[in-house]
């Protein structure tokens, strides 16, 4: 019986995980735009993506790197607010931070931090 109800619980789970909506994009406020060198947008959406990733060692949020037409989008999604913040970085090397415009209610600082960081070593300075 316990088997039954896990497995039923875990594929609930991944279908809601599947089924979460993107935010319109006016609910986006942006915070921060740099660039980096064209040659280095690709690590440089890599690095925000490991980077993200160490900002939450504590709270359950799942982040996540897609390509898209003329660039990269790396996101965090927490586990009871939805997408939290995303960063496009452009194949021409510009790079965008966004938060939700509701962010107080969120800690967004581990992201901002880990933003500047990867500029800082992907920059050419």
């Known amino acids: 019986m316990r088997r039954i109800i896990a497995t039923a619980w875990i594929a609930l789970a991944a279908t809601g995980c ?3 909506p993107t935010a319109i994009p006016e609910e986006f406020v942006l ?3 740099v660039r980096v060198p064209a040659a280095s947008a690709t690590a440089f959406a890599n690095c925000l993506e490991q980077e993200f990733y160490k900002s939450h060692s504590v709270t ?4 996540r790197q897609q390509r898209q037409p003329g660039g990269s989008r790396v996101e965090t999604w ?9 960063a496009d970085v ?27 960081r990867c ?4 920059s050419p300075y």
């Open 18 to 20: 599947g089924n979460t």
């Open 31 to 33: 915070w921060k735009t």
């Open 60 to 63: 359950a949020t799942t982040v």
């Open 78 to 86: 927490g586990s009871s607010r939805g997408l939290q913040v995303r």
């Open 90 to 116: 452009f194949d021409d090397g510009r790079a965008e931070l966004r938060e939700l415009k509701d962010s107080q209610l969120v800690d967004t600082s581990g992201e901002r931090r880990a933003f500047l």
């Open 119 to 122: 500029f800082d070593l992907h």
